[in-house]
């Protein structure tokens, strides 16, 4: 033990051992080391597997757009062919197309007020371009009263020269409101001879398909057997169509379908055979065909059906009850047009009318 300014100084080979500090914790590792991570190769296939998606895709896309089209084509020659037998029941589909638009665009009670508007806007110009009007004559008026007064001492600027910028623009809107007003009557008038078509298509159906008549003749000599059995088949048509658009829905799934578990289990990733990729099209688009094929043979027979009946209902005169039918069809054909013409030309109107007169 030495000593050094009066301290006692350890040896250090007597000294205790210094303890082992823990600079970290040990935590056993996980796979993968960050939740996010992404395995880029996991997911790499071989150019033979990639080809054989490929034609996978394309030849099932192929038959299910051919059925799905199949199946579109043999609805509307059903629709088509309901419409032509003339069964009183039957709303057009192109009437109920005319009138879900008429009513999505308001109907006759929005257009009816907007024309009320488009009068109420421009009696309201008519007024404010009169009050012009007079207060310019009555200023003329007034500068030849004074000028009469005061004769040659009178240094006033004349009032043609103060007010002779506000006449042309007057005159300018005077056209343009002669012009707006040509065009409400227009407007009016076709809304008026129009109006009865535009009312028929602005209600429901039931109101709409009571609205165009069946041929009374028919329903009158023929027994109520033969209408009975029509409205029968007009409900089965109908629940084909609600079915068809199950079918269609579900062909729509099948486009983003891919091979099931068992088929990438049976190396179906691996091979680019065209016999196993035609096993497994047929897997997904096999039973889709059957059900539109059930779908057509329904159809056939009930047009067949159809057809057998409408012919006993059909016996007889019938032209007057078709000559009205035809009449009223055309008639909400052109009150149809006529409402698009209006609804195309009246908003802007509206919107035009009240900056008509912002000198």
Request: a negative charge; glycine letters at 4%.
């Amino acid at each position: 033990m030495e000593t050094e300014y009066h301290a006692r100084i350890p040896d250090y080979f007597g000294l205790p051992a210094l303890p082992r500090a823990t600079l970290a914790k040990a935590v056993p590792v996980t796979q993968p080391l960050y939740p996010g991570f992404k395995d880029l190769f996991s997911s790499v296939v071989t150019s033979s597997s990639m080809l054989a998606m490929k034609k996978f895709e394309t030849m099932k896309t192929e038959r299910l757009r051919t059925e799905k089209d199949r199946l579109s084509e043999q609805t509307e020659l059903m629709d088509g062919i309901v419409a032509s037998l003339n069964v009183p029941d039957v709303l057009p589909e192109e009437v109920k197309r005319k009138s879900a638009k008429v009513k999505s665009a308001g109907g006759i009670s929005k257009m009816r007020k907007s024309l009320n508007e488009l009068t109420s806007l421009q009696k309201r110009n008519n007024d404010i371009l009169a009050d012009i009007d007079r207060v310019l004559i009555e200023e003329n008026h007034s500068d030849a009263d004074l000028r009469m007064r005061l004769g040659s001492d009178s240094v006033r600027v004349s009032s043609d020269q103060v007010v002779g910028p506000f006449v042309q623009e007057i005159s300018k809107h005077h056209a343009d409101l002669k012009h707006a007003a040509d065009m409400d009557r227009k407007l009016l008038s076709l809304f008026e001879a129009n109006q009865n078509a535009i009312d028929i298509l602005s209600r429901n159906e039931k109101e709409l398909r009571a609205a165009i008549p069946a041929p009374p003749s028919q329903l009158k000599k023929q027994p109520s057997e033969s209408t009975s059995a029509l409205l029968k088949l007009m409900d089965r048509a109908r629940a084909i169509k609600r079915e068809r658009e199950g079918l269609l829905n579900e062909i729509n799934t099948k486009f983003s379908s891919s091979p099931s578990a068992d088929d990438q289990n049976s190396d179906f990733m691996g091979i680019n055979d065209d016999d196993y990729i035609q096993q497994v099209v047929d897997k997904i688009c096999l039973p889709v065909e059957e059900m539109v094929r059930a779908s057509i043979k329904k159809q056939e027979y009930l047009m067949c059906d159809i057809e057998s009946w409408s012919a006993r209902f059909s016996i007889g005169s019938h032209i007057e009850g078709i000559s009205q039918r035809g009449q009223v069809l055309r008639s909400l054909d052109v009150g149809y047009e006529a409402f698009e013409d209006i609804h195309s030309k009246i908003d802007q109107e509206i919107k035009v009318k009240p900056h008509f007169l912002l000198l």
